[in-house]
Structure formats: structure tokens, C-alpha cells
């Protein structure tokens, strides 16, 4: 047996003692959302009349009384110091794709050596982290590092918690000393407040009593698990999140046998864990299952007010990376971190609605429930005029390798129907709507089940944005990024398009209301008709049709961010107040920066790991068959030679393109030249994989798939 790094670790695994089952204990719903300073605790904490006043903005929007802050602040740090709290911080979304916090202790002192725990309504309301060192894409100079966190009472705060101690969270909003926002909560905030008004427009224009609008999400998370052993022993992972290298098993998820599969005990306890803290935190996980893909899960939450669902969603990653390091796994989020299997999304689940009315339930007659074909009609029309700027919010070096795989939609944005919305806008544009196909039942043949409900339509899989019964799933985000930036843009072309049809309805009077309303969505169907499509989204004729039919196909980050700067993009951001010009330009710089600075680190390690681990084994293995043919040669043998030959020049002649795919990789990082860079680190990728398959298995350094993907 060898005694190298990945056998050592496969050996630990394999002697690991399995986790002891967690003690039973009967479920508490007590528990659910302890950590969080919510509604319970706020009217435990404050008096009824501050109380009401904070659940009033909470509940209903209304804007926040500077007066009552000392008191909820005050509330705020007596509830965290009886739940363990010491400290507290501003917790904010800066533009580096995670989440921010400088921990401020309660500890303040007093005369005659004294202390007491204090929390000033100012401490509450406003921060002032250093800016200097977060993206910002030159909104301002590096050595202008003044910036400043608002606190945002919509979404609540919670309790962290830590071995030896707590810390109290405050969600905020972050901007620079000029007022330009450096996070991505502010512009999330806008965009809802654009879509409600947007919506409050319409229902009037409709004659609906008045209600409150909601906007609500429901992000579905997928993830990797792999022993912490075998990432430490892989270079690669450890810079980037993703294998560099690394030749694809025999079987890996060809039999599809993993999806839905029974979850194995050390996977179960790390989930029930995860939940466990989850659910402390008020965040409402519900659904867990194996992946299609060997070692990769997924978790989902039920629906939520969409600027807390984001919130939660971020919590969501960072809970599932620590569990996973106190179970001894690591939780990778990368979007694709293994070649030839499936990588990770974040399914975007989007809805809009009213009081308690889903906007986007069609009901039991979509061709008659008019608000729901007048919300799909201005979905289409946002999503046809500005599927550019979604793409931009799915583009990532990471996403790069993930979109338009088999198990992710293609960089083509379209809108899946289904047969029976199909049919029913088809029926528009012709005149009017006269019939839709019904939901059903089926029986499957067995006399003891019961007869099954069937839905009007069949899901599509690979459709990017598509419709699945109550609302939109928005399926080419990818796993690590924050769900922030595809809804920012959703709910801002959305709302556009709700205001497109208001103003045309306010003319209308209302007795030809009806006659008008048919009218603007037959024309918007008639126009805006091209972005639904129904088939395969995988196949080389959707893209060719896609071309045909004007839809944009921007296949990578460069390309796809170029739409944050045109100008009619720019102009509708800063019409709804979501981002102003400089903003919109500042994130364009802030991500492709991003994009050169991911993509030289993966190009550099790449090398590192080709010239300082791969080449020396090859090398010395080389060594062994030459010698073992020179002693073949003299002690005059022939059986098993011409083989051992055939080994030694495969294996000699992998050296030799090892040397010059490096010598390409090095040129091209050098030149900085992206695209030679990415074939360059394709090319080297080749060669190690095909080397991997040679070289002697006991001393082949880096942990193989065979054995990450499956053993756990």
C-alpha cells in the first residue's frame, strides 16, 4: 500500500469511527426561530406602542421612526445579552459575493474602573466600517476609506452563535462616503420598492381594494460534499473551489442512482445539523435530497418575503460550510468543481403577490383569471426586452463552465410555458381566448392507488426561466453567488413592464376597459412571442432557432456583462431609482475584475500543480520503466517487453506535451490574454488526465474522483 497523501487520507476515512446517532429527542417548534429578534420578541422587548410603530415597517413597509430607535436598540441588546450575546455587528453584502461583519463589543466603560453592557440607538441605526479595501469598481479612490452601514428593519436580526460565546447580527445596507451603494441589498431594496409601486399601479387600474404587495422567493440550494482529507490534499480546490485536473471514474452518475437515493448516515446527521441551526435562525428548510450527481445535495427552503429570503440565503451557504467542517466534509458551492458530472445552481423561484392572491396563480381558468394573463404578458415583454441584463446577473467565471451542460439551461434566456399558457397565448394572438387545456387525472394500473392528479403541462429541465405553476424558476444562477443580483434586475423589467400596461389602461374608459386590456396583451404576445419556447433547451437546433429569432446568446462573463453598460440598460435602472449610472458602470468594472483576477489564480495554480506535483511523478515513473527495460535488456527478456515499452513512450511522450502545455498556460497568463488563457488550462487539463490514467495509481498525488465523489 502506498504511503502517499491520498491513500493516507482514503485509509483515515476508512478507520474513521461512524458518528454516534444523534440522541432522539421529540421535535420542538418552540425552537424555530429562537435566534431571532422576530415578532415574539419584539413585543416581549419593547412597549405595545414602539412595538407596533416596528412591526408596522416590517409588516407593511412604513417607514421607520427615527424616533423609536434608542428604544429598540436598547430592546435589541437586552434580548441579545440573555441569549449569550457579547458583541454585536453590522452584517452587510458587499460586492465580493459574500457577506460582511466588524464584531463591536456591548462592553462600555465607566468611572472608578467599572463596566456596563450599552447599545445607543445610534450604534443601531448607523455604522462606519472601512471601506477602503471592498470592491467598488472606482465609485472611490483606495485611499478614501470612509463608508457607512444603514440598518434595514425589514429583515431581522439574529443571533451567531460560536464555541465560546455570541454575536449579535443587524442586516444593513452599505454605502460609500458619497451615497453610492457598495453592497447588494440597497439595490434590492430599490427594485421591490419599484415592483410594489409597479403593482399597486396595475390593481388599481383593475379596480382591486386595496392590499399590500409581496414579492416572495424561494431559492433552492445545491451543494457538494467531499471529505475534508481528501480537499486538503488537492491544491486546486483549495484556491479556486474547483478540480483543475482529475480523469472522470468508469461510473460516475451515468446510472443516475445517486438522485433521490437513499442519504447515507454521516450525510443524514450533517443535514439534520444543518437544519437544526437553520431553524434557530428562523429559516425555513424544508426540503433535502441527494443530487443527480455522486456527492452533491441540495436544500430548500419555503417561500419568503424575497429581501429576507436573500438574507437567509446567504446564511444558508455560510451554515453549510461550517457544519460541514465540524462533520469533517467540506462544503463546496463552486458551480461546476468536478469536469463531466453536474455542477450546482441556485434555482430562483420568484413570485408576486397581493394581499393573500398570487399574481401568478392562473387559478382553475387561466384564460379567464384576466390579472394573471396581463402579469405573464408584461413577464414576457421584461423578459424578451432585457434577457441581456438577466444573463448578466447569471455570468460568472464559475458559471462559465455550468451553463448550457446537461444539467444546466443554456446561456439562451427563454420562458417556458407549458402547453396550456402556450396554447392560451397563442389563442390571443389570433383574437381572443375561447378554450385552455384542463389539469386531469391518471391511474397507473394498480387497483390500491389512488387515482393521481395530472398538472395542464409537463416541466421543462432546461429551460432557463420557466413557469411551474404559481410562479417563475429562474434556473441559470449559479450555487455560490448571492441571489440578490438576478432578482435586482427581475423585479426592475418586471415592474417597467407593469407600468407599460397602467398607462395604457388609465386611458381607457371604463366602459372599453375589457376591449383595451385584450388589445395590449395581443399586441404584447403578437411582439414579444419569440422568447417562449417550450423545447429542448440542450440542443444544437435551439440555438440556431434562438439566433433566428433575435434572442441574445452571450456565452461567457465578458460577453455577458457588456449589457450593464448600454445605455438603454443604464437608463431604465436609473428611471426606477435601482442604479444610477455610475453604479451600473462600477458594477461592470467590479466583476469582470473579478473574472481576470479568478481567472489568473486558476491558471497559476494550475501550473504550479502541473510543474511541481504532476511532472516530477511522471518523471520518476518514467525512470522506473526505463530502468526496469534497461534490466529487462540485459538479463535478455522478452516477455512483457514490448509493453513495458508502450507504457514507458506514452508515458515519455506525456511528459513531453506536459512541458509544452505548460510552457502555453505560462505564455498566456503572461500575455493576459483570457481566452488563450482558458484553452491553455483546457490543453494542460488534457494532458494530466491522460497521464492520471498511466501513471502508477500508488504514487499519483492528487485524490482521484473515484474516490472523492464516493468516498464519504
Not at 232 to 246: I, K, S, V
Not at 423 to 435: C, L, P, R
Amino acid at each position: 500500500m502506498s504511503n502517499c497523501n491520498r491513500t493516507y487520507a482514503i485509509n483515515q476515512i476508512a478507520v474513521s469511527p461512524v458518528l454516534p446517532p444523534c440522541e432522539p429527542r421529540p421535535a420542538n417548534i418552540d425552537d424555530y426561530g429562537i435566534d431571532v429578534f422576530n415578532e415574539d420578541s419584539i413585543r416581549k422587548y419593547l412597549s405595545k406602542g414602539i412595538a407596533e410603530k416596528l412591526l408596522a415597517t416590517i409588516e407593511k413597509g412604513v417607514p421607520i421612526d427615527p424616533a423609536i430607535a434608542g428604544d429598540v436598540a436598547h430592546a435589541m441588546k437586552e434580548w441579545a445579552i440573555d441569549r449569550g450575546a457579547t458583541h454585536y455587528t453590522h452584517w452587510f453584502q458587499p460586492l465580493t459575493g459574500g457577506t460582511a461583519e466588524k464584531h463591536d463589543s456591548f462592553v462600555s466603560p465607566v468611572p472608578h474602573g467599572q463596566a456596563v453592557f450599552a447599545f445607543s440607538g445610534k450604534n443601531l441605526v448607523v455604522g462606519e466600517p472601512d471601506a477602503s479595501s471592498f470592491p467598488s469598481g472606482g465609485i472611490r479612490s483606495t485611499f478614501e476609506a470612509r463608508g457607512y452601514t444603514a440598518w434595514d428593519p425589514s429583515s431581522p436580526a439574529f443571533i451567531k452563535r460560536h464555541a465560546n460565546g455570541a454575536t449579535l447580527c443587524i442586516p444593513t445596507a452599505f454605502c460609500s462616503y458619497t451615497g453610492d451603494v457598495l453592497d447588494k441589498k440597497t439595490p434590492l431594496l430599490r427594485s421591490i420598492q419599484a415592483l410594489k409601486r409597479s403593482v399597486n399601479r396595475l390593481m388599481k387600474c383593475f379596480g382591486v381594494p386595496e392590499d399590500t404587495p409581496e414579492v416572495s422567493l424561494g431559492p433552492e440550494q445545491e451543494y457538494f460534499l467531499i471529505d475534508k482529507k481528501f480537499y486538503l490534499n488537492r491544491p486546486d480546490l483549495l484556491q479556486t473551489g474547483r478540480t483543475l485536473f482529475g480523469a472522470p471514474p468508469p461510473k460516475h452518475q451515468q446510472l443516475e442512482d445517486h438522485y433521490f437515493g437513499a442519504i447515507k448516515p454521516r450525510i443524514i446527521q450533517f443535514m439534520t445539523e444543518v437544519e437544526q441551526e437553520l431553524w434557530k435562525l428562523g429559516i425555513p428548510a424544508k426540503t433535502r435530497h441527494n443530487e443527480v450527481a455522486p456527492a452533491q445535495f441540495e436544500l430548500a427552503p419555503v417561500f419568503e418575503d424575497l429581501n429576507v429570503a436573500v438574507d437567509h440565503n446567504m446564511l444558508v451557504m455560510e451554515t453549510l460550510r461550517q457544519v460541514a467542517d465540524r462533520h469533517g466534509l467540506v462544503c463546496l458551492l463552486h458551480e461546476k468543481p468536478f469536469a463531466g458530472i453536474n455542477g450546482s445552481g441556485k434555482h430562483n423561484n420568484w413570485s408576486i403577490g397581493y394581499g393573500k392572491r398570487n399574481l401568478l396563480d392562473p387559478g382553475n381558468d387561466p384564460e379567464q383569471n384576466m390579472i394573471f394573463l396581463t402579469v405573464l404578458s408584461a413577464i414576457l415583454r421584461g423578459v424578451d426586452l432585457h434577457a441581456d441584463l438577466l444573463r448578466s446577473t447569471t455570468c460568472s467565471i464559475n458559471n462559465d463552465h455550468r451553463l448550457g451542460a446537461n444539467e444546466a439551461p443554456p446561456a439562451i434566456v427563454s420562458i417556458f410555458l407549458g402547453e396550456q399558457l402556450e396554447d392560451i397565448i397563442d389563442q390571443i394572438a389570433k383574437g381572443a381566448v375561447s378554450t385552455s387545456k384542463k389539469a386531469g387525472t391518471m391511474r397507473i394500473g394498480v387497483d390500491i392507488l389512488p387515482t393521481l392528479p395530472r398538472d395542464a403541462t409537463d416541466r421543462n429541465r432546461t429551460s432557463p426561466f420557466a413557469f411551474t405553476g404559481n410562479k417563475f424558476e429562474f434556473r441559470a444562477p449559479g450555487s455560490s453567488r448571492s441571489c440578490a443580483g438576478p432578482n435586482i434586475f427581475l423585479n426592475t423589467i418586471v415592474a417597467e413592464s407593469l407600468d407599460f400596461i397602467s398607462e395604457r389602461l388609465e386611458k381607457a374608459s371604463a366602459k372599453d376597459f375589457n376591449e383595451a386590456l385584450l388589445k395590449i396583451i395581443r399586441d404584447i404576445v403578437a411582439k414579444h412571442r419569440r422568447i417562449v419556447f417550450n423545447g429542448n433547451g440542450y440542443s444544437a437546433e435551439w440555438e440556431a432557432e434562438a439566433a433566428r429569432r433575435g434572442l441574445p446568446n452571450l456565452k461567457t462573463t465578458p460577453e455577458a456583462l457588456k449589457p450593464l453598460l448600454e445605455t438603454v440598460n443604464q437608463k431604465l435602472m436609473e428611471k426606477y431609482g435601482v442604479f444610477s449610472k455610475v453604479e451600473m458602470d462600477s458594477r461592470y468594472e467590479v466583476f469582470l475584475e473579478e473574472y481576470h483576477r479568478k481567472l489568473r489564480i486558476e491558471g497559476e495554480i494550475a501550473l504550479e500543480i502541473a510543474t511541481s506535483m504532476i511532472l516530477p511523478i511522471a518523471a520518476t515513473y518514467y525512470g522506473r520503466l526505463s530502468a526496469d527495460l534497461a534490466s529487462a535488456a540485459q538479463g535478455k527478456l522478452k516477455a512483457g517487453t514490448a509493453g513495458l515499452r508502450r507504457l514507458a513512450d506514452q508515458v515519455g511522450a506525456g511528459i513531453d506535451r506536459l512541458d509544452a502545455a505548460s510552457d502555453a498556460l505560462r505564455k498566456a497568463i503572461a500575455a493576459h490574454n483570457p481566452k488563450k488563457t482558458l484553452a491553455a488550462m483546457t490543453g494542460l487539463r488534457d494532458v494530466v488526465d491522460a497521464l492520471e490514467l498511466l501513471v502508477d495509481d500508488a504514487c499519483w498525488p492528487l485524490p482521484k474522483y473515484r474516490e472523492m465523489l464516493f468516498i464519504y
